[in-house]
């Protein structure tokens, strides 16, 4: 890799990172939709369990 100049470098790991976003976004997607869920469960649950 010593004969790319560095722009050229970076243009690559650039690439390199969006491709890796576009194959992680639906786990990454599930994971913060089951993350949402859990919270939400644990807040009813500790209001729930104040008010009774």
């Known amino acids: 890799m010593s004969r790319f100049k560095r722009k050229d470098r970076n243009l690559i ?11 992680l976004w639906g786990p990454l997607m599930w994971l913060a939709k089951l ?12 209001l729930l369990r104040e008010n009774l």
């Open 35 to 46: 993350a949402i869920f859990v919270i939400a469960v644990y807040v009813v649950y500790q």
């Open 13 to 23: 790991l650039l690439i390199l990172a969006v491709i890796l976003v576009i194959i």
